[in-house]
């Protein structure tokens, strides 16, 4: 049985890869800068949070992760791919300016950022039971290893660099209002993801309903998996 991606034309088939290289791109600059940067401990720092909460805030990725990739499969399935990156994508938004907010709630900034990167948590493992269903879709077998090669070293190249301006012109003691300016910018670059994958031309078969039951019986008594 032939694989949707061979049904799609040539242009098509360009159009749905350009595409999904930018809707990373758009989205990389939220994982990084709560994963791999300082931006995040710096901002807790200026708003005189605690320790405890600091660390607590960077366990809270793969605490929720752990939690919801079994419900976001099945909400995706339930409800289709666009609609749940498009829910991804504003809690993503969402969980950004709430942090960028957090000033505003004086002694509760803290937690208030706490909260935002709560959001924003919730909204990457929807993304991840997504965008493999996109990728299923728009690439051919022997192409996914070039795809995913080219994006993670362009994903680390634009990131690396955007990251180590925005630290340049930040200084030594930088403002809050800076902090927050990347942090709101950040969000609304999220929302470029939806805007990329709503271009994509996705398998539109209807999907069976899945016994969750079976699948997870499946899935446990599955050695490689």
């Not at 706490?114 to 909204?123: K, N, R, Y």
Request: glycine share 8%; aromatic share 14%.
């Amino acid at each position: 049985m032939a694989c949707f991606a061979e049904t799609l034309t040539a242009a098509e088939h360009k159009r749905g890869i350009r595409y999904a290289y930018v809707s990373t791109w758009f989205g990389c600059f939220a994982d990084v800068m709560l994963d791999s940067t300082a931006l995040v401990i710096i901002y807790f720092t200026l708003l005189k949070a605690g320790n405890s909460l600091i660390m607590f805030s960077s366990a809270l990725s793969g605490l929720v992760s752990t939690l919801m990739l079994l419900p976001a499969s099945f909400f995706v399935i339930r409800f289709g791919v666009k609609n749940m990156v498009g829910v991804s994508c504003c809690l993503a938004c969402a969980g950004y300016l709430i942090m960028s907010l957090a000033p505003l709630f004086g002694s509760f900034a803290p937690q208030v950022v706490l909260a935002g990167i709560f959001v924003f948590c919730l909204s990457r493992p929807i993304w991840s039971a997504a965008w493999y269903p996109v990728l299923t879709d728009i690439l051919l077998p022997q192409e996914r290893a070039g795809f995913l090669g080219k994006m993670r070293f362009s994903y680390t190249a634009i990131t690396g660099t955007v990251f180590y301006l925005i630290g340049q012109f930040m200084g030594k003691e930088p403002p809050v209002w800076y902090l927050q300016a990347a942090m709101a910018a950040t969000g609304i670059f999220a929302l470029g993801r939806y805007y990329c994958i709503s271009k994509i031309k996705l398998s539109d078969e209807k999907r069976e309903k899945t016994d969750i039951k079976k699948a997870f019986s499946i899935s446990v008594h599955n050695a490689p998996l």
